[in-house]
Nanobody, 124 residues
Framework: QVQLVESGGGLAQAGGSLRLSCAAS????????MAWYRQAPGKQRELVAT???????NYADSVKGRFTISRDNAKNTVYLQMNSLKPEDTAVYHC??????????????????WGQGTQVTVSS
């Protein structure tokens, strides 16, 4: 029932900006933590940023001061504003959310959901 749709990736020049979005839809009861991960070829998946339901945020050291995670609870959407982009930011970015959902019988379940991924490429 729950789906995540990501958008906003693309090609940017070093020093430029992109904004990623991830919208959740379906039979959603609540959304707890929302996060962005990224993975570049030959590298392990990296946690980029997280935001709690209360708005508390955390960032990887590599993006502090450059990236900002935010959420719009009314739209069930999380954003990642990426400024001062560097070539090393090139990766596939995935959103991840812990969502409590309701099935047609009204039963609740909580699990992590992943977006399909969006490519970010930064040229030097």
């Amino acid at each position: 029932q729950v789906q995540l749709v990501e958008s906003g990736g693309g090609l940017a020049q070093a020093g430029g900006s992109l904004r990623l979005s991830c919208a959740a839809s379906g039979s959603i009861f609540s959304i707890n933590v929302m996060a962005w991960y990224r993975q570049a070829p030959g590298k392990q998946r990296e946690l980029v940023a997280t935001i709690t339901s209360g708005g508390s945020t955390n960032y990887a050291d590599s993006v502090k001061g450059r990236f900002t995670i935010s959420r719009d609870n009314a739209k069930n959407t999380v954003y990642l504003q990426m400024n001062s982009l560097k070539p090393e930011d090139t990766a596939v970015y995935h959103c991840n959310t812990f969502i409590t959902s309701l099935d047609p019988l009204g039963l609740r379940s909580t699990r992590a959901y992943w977006g399909q991924g969006t490519q970010v490429t930064v040229s030097s």
